[in-house]
């Protein structure tokens, strides 16, 4: 009895149901007989076609790591006697080893296929270590080469055990390099440590779909897939449309009878007719008729409809891709009036979100084993207060920046007048070694040292000026209470 109860209710499906209108009933709803199911993941080698042959695709998976590299960014390294020249050299290794095209290529291939890697070349030394060893930053020497490497060439072959703090994530991965081996098989095949490699890990799935996918996330394109090919599929279904907008009509009597029973001689008569009328068609052209047997008509095909069933289907990718049409299509609102300014909003919300989970994590890494270089300006040492800071996403006219350096420089002189700034650190903050800057910061420490100092120096002038007052002599006054009348003066 307890097994049948438990049954029914695993089989049991609460819902709303009304028996009279058939609404939430199985047997006249359609809608409750809509469930969804898993598709699974499409081939790499499916993925990879739809990137090399659909213009959309290649869009979908490009656009958002060109704009999160395409301004760069700018590096702070602190309170080094030489800032300026470190970064410099910073950025220059970062040139040397092609960085940005190498992450944005890492960043491009997790669109793609759902996960990539940038192998870091590293020269430690003499004693050079296996890669399947962790990173020996110690005795690192030169970072000489990075190299991309696109999912179906990498997967997790070792993960961290459960003690380690890194557990869930992968220690050992396996490496087919490219031009290495062929498919299929284990020639060719490295192993290398994590700590070796820029890992961009795709979407986001759980750990237990991240098992089954070596190590790996979600795809943008196997996501957006079956939306992205219901809209390419309705604008080839426009072609043809477009290709059949005008519908030639023939009347001709006796048609029908002739091609029925007719003999040869009729029917060749007829298909002879139909064809010198076609060939006439066309422009400055014109169609013979018989005016008692023949007549000719063109009906045009409706679009009713079609250009607003086209854009909501454009609204619905850029909904899943979560591009806004204007970047997904490639077109500006006219006037850019509210609408397009908060489409360009979100976007820009959407790129630096990107640049500080996906991208800096990477170049955070890579900039640190550039410092720790024996064969570098840093002699192998991290600057201590180092930063990175991203290049502003929308590119300010000449016009703008003067207008932008007149409001700040109205808002610096109310807070010099209000005691808040010194015109030493307005000019610090405003004129720095890498270019005009609206960030403000103070030394919180030197403030402190500051108030400390003035506060000593009303301290002791205090203590001296009550000194000062008790060393004073006192007039001894009068008997009536009256002080004694200085002497005359002998001369007057």
């Not at 819902?15 to 609404?23: I, Q, S, V, Y």
């Not at 060439?153 to 220690?171: D, T």
């Not at 609102?333 to 489409?343: F, K």
């Not at 402190?448 to 008790?470: H, P, S, T």
């Amino acid at each position: 009895m307890y097994s049948e109860l438990a049954t029914a209710a695993l089989l049991r499906l609460d819902a709303f149901a009304n028996e009279l209108t058939g609404l939430g009933t199985k047997a006249r709803d359609k809608v409750v007989n809509a469930l969804f199911y898993r598709q699974g993941r499409k081939s790499d080698q499916y993925l990879e076609g739809l990137y090399e042959e659909d213009p959309l695709a290649r869009r979908i998976c490009d656009k958002l790591p060109e704009e999160v590299l395409r301004n760069g960014f700018d590096l702070s390294m602190g309170d080094e006697q030489d800032a300026v020249e470190t970064a410099t050299w910073v950025q220059d290794e970062l040139k040397r080893l092609h960085a940005f095209e190498r992450i944005e290529s890492g960043m491009v291939w997790e669109r793609v296929f759902g996960g990539s890697a940038v192998l870091i070349g590293a020269d430690e030394g003499p004693s050079a270590t296996d890669p399947a060893q962790p990173l020996r930053e110690e005795a690192l020497q030169r970072v000489t080469h990075l190299t991309v490497i696109d999912r179906p060439r990498i997967y997790a072959k070792r993960w961290y055990p459960p003690e380690s703090e890194k557990v869930g994530q992968v220690e050992l991965w396996s490496i087919q390099p490219p031009g290495g081996g062929t498919s299929g098989s284990s020639s060719g095949v490295v192993d290398v440590h994590e700590s070796r490699l820029l890992i961009f890990p795709g979407g986001r799935v759980t750990h237990d779909q991240r098992v089954a996918y070596q190590g790996w996330g979600q795809s943008v394109l196997n996501a957006v897939h079956d939306v992205l090919r219901e809209y390419n599929m309705s604008w080839s279904g426009l072609s043809h449309m477009l290709q059949s907008a005008n519908q030639d009509v023939w009347k001709m009597k006796g048609l029908a009878a002739a091609l029925a029973g007719g003999t040869e001689a009729m029917k060749a008569y007829f298909f002879s007719r139909i064809q010198m009328a076609q060939m006439r068609q066309g422009p400055n052209r014109a169609i013979l008729l018989d005016s008692e047997g023949e007549e000719f008509a063109r009906h045009g095909s409706h679009f009713t409809g079609v250009p607003e069933t086209m854009q909501q289907q454009a609204l619905r990718l850029s909904a899943v891709t979560g591009m806004p049409l204007t970047v997904l299509m490639g077109m500006s609102p006219a006037g850019m009036n509210a609408t397009g300014e908060s489409d360009l909003q979100i976007w820009h919300g959407t790129v630096q979100a990107a640049r500080e989970r996906k991208a800096q994590p990477g170049f955070e890494r890579l900039i640190e084993l550039i410092m720790l270089q024996k064969q570098g300006d840093t002699a192998g040492r991290v600057v201590e207060g180092w930063s990175l800071k991203w290049r502003p996403l929308k590119e300010l006219s000449e016009k703008e920046r003067v207008e932008l350096r007149k409001a700040q420089a109205e808002v610096d002189k109310i807070y010099e007048e209000m005691g808040a700034l010194l015109p030493e650190e307005i000019a610090e903050n405003r004129f720095r070694p890498e270019g005009y800057s609206t960030e403000t910061s103070i030394d919180l420490d030197a403030r402190a040292a500051i108030l400390e100092a003035e506060r000593q120096e009303r301290v002791e002038a205090e203590a001296k000026a009550k000194a000062a007052l008790e060393q004073a002599p006192v007039p001894r006054p009068e008997p009536d209470g009256e002080p004694d009348e200085p002497p005359d003066d002998p001369d007057e």
